[in-house]
């Protein structure tokens, strides 16, 4: 289970957002030394967006105010600064099951 | 340029079937994993089934476990999930996705289909 927090949250513009993914479970393979550990945004209407993927790895084209940081079972995505753009609901998602994936509950973020 | 097409979807009343498809292009798509994920309407993303690259093996989310099925066809670059026994809870948009092949984070991701379960 991939839990979230929090659910929702409002940053001022320009002002640091950091949102925090919990896993019930490490999803830390030690025979790699990686963190099965993606971050999604999904922006309203559109399907989500892989921002960070092995928890710290910024996908292509993604700004670098996005980092991802954390490992085993506690995780976090920080918008250091944070743009009007950035308005949209974020997913943490593991893969470190082989037959399964999961998603947290997704946390709203918006403009204070 | 990497894209994912999905069709399908619609609206369908309690116990009827339903398949969607999803046309990959722009990468070799006999390569990765392929995965359906679902939103239900207001709600957050939940994973549905993924099926190897070769179609090896499949595996599905437990409430779904039975009635929809996965499929692939490599040879013409080609995703299905076909939903049978459909309930008012299977009502939500479908994405189709690509796995990863060293891990599967979901990239990219189809536009999406909304299948409405109604009678």
């Known amino acids: 289970v991939m839990t979230q927090s929090p659910d929702s949250l409002a940053v001022s513009l320009g002002e640091r957002a950091t949102i925090n993914c919990k896993s019930s479970?490490?999803?830390?393979?030690?025979?790699?030394?990686?963190?099965?550990l993606a971050w999604y945004q999904q922006k309203s209407g559109q399907p989500p967006k892989v921002l960070i993927y092995w928890a710290s790895t910024r996908e292509s084209g993604v700004p670098d105010r996005f980092t991802g940081s954390g490992s085993g079972t506690d995780f976090t995505l920080t918008i250091s600064s944070l743009q009007a753009e950035d308005v949209a609901i974020y997913y943490c998602q593991q893969y470190y099951s082989s037959v399964s994936i999961t998603f947290g509950q997704g946390t709203r973020l918006e403009i204070k | 340029q990497v894209h994912l097409v999905q069709s399908g979807g619609g609206v369908v009343q309690p116990g009827r079937s339903l398949r969607l498809s999803c046309a990959a292009s722009g990468f070799s798509f006999g390569s990765y994993a392929m995965h359906w994920v679902r939103q239900a309407p207001g709600k957050g993303l939940e994973w549905v089934a993924v099926i190897y690259h070769d179609g090896s093996n499949e595996h599905y989310t437990a409430s779904v476990k039975g009635r929809f099925t996965i499929s692939r066809d490599n040879s013409k670059n080609t995703l299905s999930l076909q939903m049978n026994s459909l309930g008012v809870d299977d009502t939500a948009v479908y994405y189709c996705?690509?796995?990863?092949?060293?891990?599967?984070?979901?990239?990219?991701w189809g536009q999406g289909v909304l299948v409405t379960v109604s009678s």
């Open positions: 996705a690509r796995g990863g092949t060293t891990g599967n984070w979901l990239d990219p």
């Open positions: 479970q490490s999803v830390f393979y030690s025979s790699d030394n990686k963190n099965y």
